[in-house]
Each structure stands twice: as structure tokens, then as C-alpha cells.
Nanobody, 127 residues
Framework: QVALVESGGGLVQAGGSLRLSCAGS????????MGWFRQAPGKERELVGA????????YVAESLKGRFAISRDNAKNTVSLQMNSLKPEDTAVYYC????????????????????WGQGTQVTVSS
């Protein structure tokens, strides 16, 4: 089992940047493929990005490519989401999630496959 805690959210002006971090505790962090999701008010939760256990494979939602990047540091048990050129429509609660995965190089894109979730961190982008 792993406990996930997100940090780094806050209020930022449009065009600004934020870096979210997710710290994992418990079982070996490198056993998990990780993902970042977000949910805006009145909208469904959507995948932002995903990263393999080793960090060698990453995925970012097509609409966010070029602005968002996902990375991890297994030595520090953390996964990060770098968000640049933020827009008001990026306003949402951002969640990290962990998937117990045998394949060290695969990413998980289906929210239903994730086993553990953090409590979320609010990101608000003002215009």
C-alpha cells in the first residue's frame, strides 16, 4: 500500500507556471506507474499525464503537450507535474495516482486501473 500526498498547488496568473509534487510513502515507490489527473467543477476527471515505473516512458494528454511535463524521482519517492503557460481552463483539483504495474516501462491511462489516489491539490489560474 502507498499513501500519496500532493503539494504545490495554488493561485497563479494566466501565463504563469506551477510545479506540482506528489510524495509517496509505504511500499517501494518504483513498483508503481504514476499518473496525474484533474477535475474541474462540473466536469469529469481527466488524465493529464502518466509515467512508467522507471520514468523512461511518459504520456501527456494531447491538448496539454508543450505546456505540461511529467517526471519522477524514485530515489525521493516523488512524481512531479511541471505546468507552464497556464490558462484559466487549467483550473481544477489535481490528483496523483499510483498503479501497481508489472511492466516497468508501461504507462496507465485509464483512471479505473489506478489503485491509490492522493487527496488532490487545487490549482486556480486567474485571467
Amino acid at each position: 500500500q502507498v499513501a500519496l500526498v500532493e503539494s504545490g498547488g495554488g493561485l497563479v496568473q494566466a501565463g504563469g507556471s506551477l510545479r506540482l509534487s506528489c510524495a509517496g510513502s509505504g511500499r517501494t515507490f518504483s513498483a508503481y506507474a504514476m499518473g496525474w489527473f484533474r477535475q474541474a467543477p462540473g466536469k469529469e476527471r481527466e488524465l493529464v499525464g502518466a509515467i512508467s515505473r522507471t520514468g523512461s516512458t511518459t504520456y501527456v494528454a494531447e491538448s496539454l503537450k508543450g505546456r505540461f511535463a511529467i517526471s519522477r524521482d524514485n530515489a525521493k519517492n516523488t512524481v512531479s507535474l511541471q505546468m507552464n503557460s497556464l490558462k484559466p481552463e487549467d483550473t481544477a483539483v489535481y490528483y496523483c495516482a499510483a498503479d501497481v504495474k508489472l511492466n516497468p516501462f508501461g504507462t496507465t491511462r485509464n483512471s479505473g486501473e489506478y489503485d491509490y489516489w492522493g487527496q488532490g491539490t487545487q490549482v486556480t489560474v486567474s485571467s
